[in-house]
């Protein structure tokens, strides 16, 4: 940490400046009191938790003594994080060590691999998703945006913080760590040739659900390397669902 602890939270609007100072830093930060109260109760290290005068009572209680709370008036709070912050708290954690995606897998019945997921508030959301359908973790690709970053915490409302998480190498070589651990790999697809989702066997297979980017979608190598390729079936007229939406009904049909 820096001498000054509130630099942990100084230029939040800053998306590219933010992710390098929080990767050399080795921390993040959660915003708004569900996604602190979340890390509070997770096993991530608090380091810091900057709140404006009217949260500071309702931060202190959920913090304790497991950081300091630093209190300051909302227009400063608004000066340092860089823009017109309403949600009245912020903390900062240190990651910790990445986790092995192997060892999460180990035992699991349904777990969740994505492809290619760039966009910070999907992966929030399929964090949320995952959390309340009971998946057991979720294997990100290199190319899958970082879930600790800000906007994703504060969209999983701080889910992901609690569901266990890993990088896994490329796909669809990368796959490889979930076939070893006995899952059938299932890859999500609006292609009309998939079979739909709900017409897979109910046969209590653990199982690997494997989601791509809106627009693109999973690579070709990617998909030829699954089990199955399912399908939900949609309307005339209506081609895809918004991907964290398409894995919450996946989830439920899965689980």
């Not at 990088?167 to 070589?173: A, K, M, Y």
């Amino acid at each position: 940490m820096t001498g000054d602890p509130l630099d942990d939270f100084r230029a939040l609007n800053d998306p590219e400046s933010r992710r390098a100072v929080e990767r050399r830093g080795g921390f993040f930060v959660a915003e708004g009191m569900l996604a602190v109260e979340a890390l509070v109760a997770s096993p991530y290290r608090v380091r810091t938790v900057l709140a404006d005068e009217r949260w500071a009572d309702r931060a202190r209680a959920a913090v304790g003594d497991r950081a300091p709370v630093v209190v300051r008036p909302a227009a400063e709070v608004a000066a340092i994080a860089g823009f017109a912050f309403h949600r009245g708290v912020l903390a900062s954690a240190d990651r910790g060590s990445p986790a092995e995606p192997a060892a999460l897998v180990a035992g699991s019945r349904l777990v969740a691999v994505t492809e290619g997921l760039g966009d910070h508030e999907n992966l929030g959301a399929l964090f949320r998703n995952a959390a309340a359908f009971g998946v057991d973790a979720v294997l990100l690709d290199p190319t899958t945006a970082d879930p600790l970053y800000r906007r994703s915490v504060r969209v999983s409302l701080g889910h992901v913080l609690r569901v266990p998480f890993a990088r896994l190498p490329v796909l669809p070589g990368g796959l490889e760590v979930v076939r070893s651990a006995g899952l059938e790999v299932v890859a999500l697809t609006p292609a009309a040739d998939a079979m739909p989702l709900a017409d897979l066997p109910r046969d209590g297979r653990p199982r690997a659900l494997v989601v791509g980017a809106e627009g693109p979608g999973l690579t070709a190598a990617t998909l030829a390397a699954a089990d199955h390729r399912a399908r939900i079936p949609l309307a005339a007229g209506v081609d895809s669902l918004n991907v964290a939406t398409a894995a919450a009904i996946a989830f439920h049909l899965l689980s």
